[in-house]
T-cell receptor, first 116, second 115 residues
Framework: DSGVTQTPKHLITATGQRVTLRCSPRSGDLSVYWYQQSLDQGLQFLIQYYNGEERAKGNILERFSAQQFPDLHSELNLSSLELGDSALYFC???????????????FGAGSRLTVL | ELKVEQNPLFLSMQEGKNYTIYCNYSTTSDRLYWYRQDPGKSLESLFVLLSNGAVKQEGRLMASLDTKARLSTLHITAAVHDLSATYFCAVDRLFSGGGADGLTFGKGTHLIIQP
């Protein structure tokens, strides 16, 4: 157990629907990252939150949004789902130490989304 | 655009053999990370290389970093079946204002070690 908790583990839904993926970071970690992993695109960075605020954006579609709550858990919302959104979505957390320290991310087990 | 390129992307090898996975990157970062992923599982941190010339070893795996060449290698010695997995290298995502947050990953090297 990495200490990063993701729910649900598996999710099957239909095109056009909306889903929410949830992540609880490791105790003490202030940063939460969302990644999408698919066979054709590899591991793509979506978005990062630090202590409740958006810190960085990657290849996140406009149909997707995320937030980090005061208790530091995060949710990734995926709407108007398309077949191509089927993927494994990972949450990771870290203690962000800025310029000086290493940036080791601890990953959750992932949420596998299947869009039919 | 930051690029992290691994090669090979697929590797099938026999137990007992040695091999090296290469990771080239385009950033000026002097830190590099290696992760392992088993099929259907999460990513697990293997090594963190923090400076030019850094070398880390654990068991049959050894990672090194050459920041001048922007190259890291993951060397497998006397491979065993349990090392079959996908190996990713990653570098810091650098902000224009300085500082780093998050990682950019290579596409991964899918390693199969056959008895």
């Amino acid at each position: 157990d990495s200490g990063v908790t993701q729910t649900p583990k598996h999710l099957i839904t239909a095109t056009g629907q909306r889903v929410t993926l949830r992540c609880s970071p490791r105790s003490g970690d202030l940063s939460v990252y969302w990644y999408q992993q698919s066979l054709d695109q590899g591991l793509q960075f979506l978005i990062q939150y630090y202590n409740g605020e958006e810190r960085a954006k990657g290849n996140i579609l406009e149909r997707f949004s995320a937030q980090q709550f005061p208790d530091l858990h995060s949710e990734l919302n995926l709407s108007s789902l398309e077949l191509g959104d089927s993927a494994l979505y990972f949450c990771a957390s870290s203690v962000t130490v800025g310029r000086s320290g290493a940036n080791v991310l601890t990953f959750g087990a992932g949420s596998r989304l299947t869009v039919l | 655009e930051l690029k992290v390129e691994q090669n090979p992307l697929f590797l099938s090898m026999q137990e007992g053999k040695n091999y090296t996975i290469y990771c080239n990157y385009s950033t000026t970062s002097d830190r590099l990370y290696w992760y392992r992923q088993d099929p259907g599982k999460s990513l697990e941190s293997l090594f963190v290389l923090l400076s030019n010339g850094a070398v880390k070893q654990e068991g049959r795996l050894m990672a090194s970093l050459d920041t001048k060449a922007r190259l890291s290698t993951l060397h497998i010695t006397a491979a065993v079946h349990d090392l079959s997995a996908t190996y990713f290298c990653a570098v810091d995502r650098l902000f224009s204002g300085g500082g780093a947050d998050g990682l950019t990953f290579g596409k991964g090297t899918h390693l199969i070690i056959q008895p």
